[in-house]
């Protein structure tokens, strides 16, 4: 038998041969033996047999070269939980790699594993990897890839498979490779390979990687062949493996003339609105936002998609939104992901009627977006398409300096006089977005359950000082952080989950954390607990890798947003008063204690907390904690939103 043998092909030709089976010997010499078959201990059907896998030759694995190849691409962290179809890779990178560059982060599931990439990509500007264990982990995973899709996040998916049906195992291994894994996610993923040799595997994983952190960016996947990974490089070969070298390029940006007709609009805009959702790309896409918006005096509305622009600009109208664009008479959508809605609304109606446009009859739209260079067929987070005016394909972010230098060189002394009055009014109405948000809290300061505008205030007076990144979404809780804090600094947000897929919110947050670690950043996660019960095994991973991070369990014992749809349309229908009202979304009796879950897997944890006196020591213990390079969790008996 050759020096070569694979595992699976012992295996096959043990069941071929019957009881006369040749062993390979701990010098690697292969030997004839013959046994009888009562001395064969039998093997159950749902375990492994430990001593069926003859002793490696000396030599390099294949799954070596592909970490190898995996350590040339910066990725820093690999979240997973462990599965056979990838184990040779597994065993390459904890061992063979150093368990360094990547680290091994231990998951409970697979969705987890990819929302913790999510997060993590959009606070580090780089993808972190994944594996998933074969078709099944595969499925567990497709949600979060598809927020990360829809939401247009890089991440390396690696998943394992065996594709040759003579070397799987019975049973499992069949149920757990596919002839076209990648199937499952194609749909919403940039690019997909299955490379059928360790030099394409080499390539594809460079190319996955390039296409992954080009804009428009997105999530992709490579399949690593079982027997492809536990292979031994043939004498000779390993000589012949090359790793393509990564140059990263630069970013699609808008047609140079076409941006010079923007700048023109612009300029000659009475009223001219800048729109921005996933715009900021880096850290510097805020301050080049600034700068337009200040050259223009225009006002910026902000749909939180990243972190735009500082939530007290005096020219952030955020939350003037609609009187803002009702007087608009151009305006400029960047990264609008749904340029349709800016200008008309489907009514919750029966029969969903259009209702008329709600703006300027003539009103101009320019948009400058990536978002149409990736775009499926089934999957339809492409949106409604809408008519514009003038419409650049490239990266906003990209293309701003070129808008800016064009703007600059339109405007005159009398464009300046003209803009500087409209910025007075602008700076004169922003004044008083706070002072109207703290008399809103203030109202329900003392309710109970705890008021969401109070449990964020509270928040707030523990983390100002620090440096802090909020990471999850906001409008669970009324988007209080974006009406009462003071968020100024490009990491202090990050957007939403893209897809609204709930259980994003807690593994991603962790994700954020992970990358914040380096930094010191204190990581505080505001997080349903609708979103939490998806994805508790999370706090299992914060708490093995010591990721600092302070959750704050919104427990208001209810999926509220569908506690809202359920009471609307019992309303319509006129059956308000059914003593079935709250059926099937409602997380009462009994409540669930999330404190005890959270210390269950290790994690320090305070509450059920009900009374609001008790919230600002809790939280300010857990931000202690968190300084100290711990995870810590509270929960928070609070208001619906």
Same mark, same amino acid.
């Given at each position: 038998m050759s020096k070569r043998i694979k595992r699976r092909q012992f295996l096959a030709g043990v069941a071929a041969a019957g009881p006369a089976i040749s062993l390979i010997s701990t010098t690697g010499t292969a030997a004839a033996q013959t046994a009888p078959a009562s001395s064969i201990p039998p093997v159950p059907n749902d375990e492994r047999s430990l001593n069926d896998m003859p002793p490696q030759t000396q030599g390099k694995s294949g799954s070596d070269f592909m970490i190898d190849v995996i350590k040339t691409l910066d990725i820093d962290y690999c979240a997973s939980l462990p599965g056979s179809t990838f184990r040779g890779l597994q065993e390459s990178m904890i061992n063979y790699g150093g368990n360094r560059k990547p680290e091994f982060i231990t998951t409970l599931h697979e969705d987890s594993a990819a929302a913790m990439c999510h997060g993590y990509a959009k606070v580090a500007h780089k993808p972190m990897a994944c594996m998933v264990h074969g078709t099944v982990g595969l499925q567990h995973a497709s949600m979060a890839i598809y927020n990360a899709f829809a939401d247009r996040v890089p991440m390396i998916v690696l998943t394992g498979n065996i594709g040759n049906s003579v070397t799987r195992?019975?049973?499992?291994?069949?149920?757990?490779?596919?002839?076209?894994?990648?199937?499952?996610?194609?749909?919403?993923?940039?690019?997909?390979?299955? %490379?059928?040799?360790?030099?394409?595997?080499?390539?594809?994983?460079?190319?996955?990687?390039?296409?992954?952190?080009?804009? %428009?960016?997105?999530?992709?996947?490579?399949?690593?062949?079982?027997?492809?990974?536990?292979?031994?490089? *043939?004498? !000779?070969?390993?000589?012949?493996?090359?790793? *393509?070298?990564?140059?990263?390029? !630069?970013? *699609?940006?808008?047609?140079?003339?076409?941006?010079?007709?923007?700048?023109?609009?612009?300029?000659?805009?009475?009223?001219?609105?800048?729109?921005?959702?996933?715009?900021?790309?880096?850290?510097? !896409? %805020?301050?080049?936002?600034?700068?337009?918006?200040?050259?223009?005096q225009a006002p910026v509305v902000d749909s939180h998609g990243r972190m735009n622009i500082a939530n007290r600009h005096p020219l952030n109208h955020s939350p003037r939104r609609e009187p803002t664009f009702a007087n608009a008479d151009v305006i400029l959508a960047l990264e609008p992901v749904d340029i349709w809605g800016l200008t008309n609304y489907v009514a919750d109606l029966i029969g969903r009627p259009d209702l008329p446009p709600r703006r300027n009859p003539n009103l101009k739209i320019i948009h400058i977006g990536s978002e149409m260079l990736l775009t499926k067929s089934n999957f339809q987070d492409s949106q409604r398409y809408a008519q514009v005016d003038l419409s650049i394909a490239g990266d906003a972010e990209s293309t701003m300096p070129s808008l800016i230098e064009a703007v600059k060189s339109q405007i005159t002394a009398a464009h300046k006089s003209r803009f500087a009055a409209r910025g007075q009014k602008l700076h004169e109405m922003s004044a008083k977005f706070l002072d109207a948000a703290r008399q809103d809290v203030a109202y329900q300061w003392e309710a109970r359950p705890i008021s969401t505008g109070r449990m964020v205030m509270e928040l707030w007076d523990q983390i100002r000082n620090e440096d802090w990144m909020m990471p999850t979404e906001s409008q669970f809780i009324s988007d209080w952080p974006f009406r009462l804090w003071d968020m100024n600094k490009p990491w202090h947000t990050m957007g939403g989950s893209g897809a609204q897929g709930i259980g994003y919110n807690t593994p991603a947050a962790l994700g954020a954390a992970l990358a914040n670690k380096q930094h010191g950043r204190v990581t505080v996660a505001m997080v349903g607990d609708g979103d939490f019960n998806m994805a508790p095994g999370v706090l299992w991973t914060a708490t093995h890798h010591q990721i600092p991070i302070l959750y704050l369990v919104h427990n208001n014992r209810a999926y509220h947003q569908e506690v809202m749809m359920i009471v609307r349309m019992a309303d319509r229908r006129m059956r308000s008063n059914s003593p079935n009202l709250y059926v099937g979304t409602k997380i009462e009796g009994p409540n669930i204690d999330y404190a005890k879950i959270a210390q269950g897997y290790g994690m320090y944890a305070e509450g059920p907390i009900s009374d609001p006196k008790d919230l600002a020591a809790a939280i300010r213990r857990g931000v202690e904690r968190v300084k100290r390079g711990e995870p810590a969790l509270i929960d928070i008996v609070s208001e619906g939103r």
């Amino acid at each position: 038998m050759s020096k070569r043998i694979k595992r699976r092909q012992f295996l096959a030709g043990v069941a071929a041969a019957g009881p006369a089976i040749s062993l390979i010997s701990t010098t690697g010499t292969a030997a004839a033996q013959t046994a009888p078959a009562s001395s064969i201990p039998p093997v159950p059907n749902d375990e492994r047999s430990l001593n069926d896998m003859p002793p490696q030759t000396q030599g390099k694995s294949g799954s070596d070269f592909m970490i190898d190849v995996i350590k040339t691409l910066d990725i820093d962290y690999c979240a997973s939980l462990p599965g056979s179809t990838f184990r040779g890779l597994q065993e390459s990178m904890i061992n063979y790699g150093g368990n360094r560059k990547p680290e091994f982060i231990t998951t409970l599931h697979e969705d987890s594993a990819a929302a913790m990439c999510h997060g993590y990509a959009k606070v580090a500007h780089k993808p972190m990897a994944c594996m998933v264990h074969g078709t099944v982990g595969l499925q567990h995973a497709s949600m979060a890839i598809y927020n990360a899709f829809a939401d247009r996040v890089p991440m390396i998916v690696l998943t394992g498979n065996i594709g040759n049906s003579v070397t799987r195992q019975m049973n499992v291994e069949w149920n757990h490779s596919a002839q076209d894994q990648a199937i499952t996610v194609r749909d919403f993923t940039k690019w997909d390979d299955q %490379p059928q040799s360790l030099q394409a595997f080499a390539d594809s994983m460079v190319r996955a990687y390039d296409l992954a952190t080009t804009v %428009p960016m997105a999530p992709v996947l490579i399949t690593a062949d079982g027997d492809l990974q536990e292979d031994t490089i *043939p004498p !000779g070969m390993e000589k012949k493996l090359y790793i *393509p070298k990564l140059k990263m390029r !630069g970013h *699609p940006t808008g047609d140079p003339a076409l941006v010079q007709d923007a700048a023109k609009m612009l300029v000659a805009a009475e009223n001219p609105v800048i729109y921005v959702n996933r715009y900021a790309r880096t850290d510097n !896409g %805020p301050a080049l936002l600034v700068e337009l918006a200040e050259l223009l005096q225009a006002p910026v509305v902000d749909s939180h998609g990243r972190m735009n622009i500082a939530n007290r600009h005096p020219l952030n109208h955020s939350p003037r939104r609609e009187p803002t664009f009702a007087n608009a008479d151009v305006i400029l959508a960047l990264e609008p992901v749904d340029i349709w809605g800016l200008t008309n609304y489907v009514a919750d109606l029966i029969g969903r009627p259009d209702l008329p446009p709600r703006r300027n009859p003539n009103l101009k739209i320019i948009h400058i977006g990536s978002e149409m260079l990736l775009t499926k067929s089934n999957f339809q987070d492409s949106q409604r398409y809408a008519q514009v005016d003038l419409s650049i394909a490239g990266d906003a972010e990209s293309t701003m300096p070129s808008l800016i230098e064009a703007v600059k060189s339109q405007i005159t002394a009398a464009h300046k006089s003209r803009f500087a009055a409209r910025g007075q009014k602008l700076h004169e109405m922003s004044a008083k977005f706070l002072d109207a948000a703290r008399q809103d809290v203030a109202y329900q300061w003392e309710a109970r359950p705890i008021s969401t505008g109070r449990m964020v205030m509270e928040l707030w007076d523990q983390i100002r000082n620090e440096d802090w990144m909020m990471p999850t979404e906001s409008q669970f809780i009324s988007d209080w952080p974006f009406r009462l804090w003071d968020m100024n600094k490009p990491w202090h947000t990050m957007g939403g989950s893209g897809a609204q897929g709930i259980g994003y919110n807690t593994p991603a947050a962790l994700g954020a954390a992970l990358a914040n670690k380096q930094h010191g950043r204190v990581t505080v996660a505001m997080v349903g607990d609708g979103d939490f019960n998806m994805a508790p095994g999370v706090l299992w991973t914060a708490t093995h890798h010591q990721i600092p991070i302070l959750y704050l369990v919104h427990n208001n014992r209810a999926y509220h947003q569908e506690v809202m749809m359920i009471v609307r349309m019992a309303d319509r229908r006129m059956r308000s008063n059914s003593p079935n009202l709250y059926v099937g979304t409602k997380i009462e009796g009994p409540n669930i204690d999330y404190a005890k879950i959270a210390q269950g897997y290790g994690m320090y944890a305070e509450g059920p907390i009900s009374d609001p006196k008790d919230l600002a020591a809790a939280i300010r213990r857990g931000v202690e904690r968190v300084k100290r390079g711990e995870p810590a969790l509270i929960d928070i008996v609070s208001e619906g939103r």
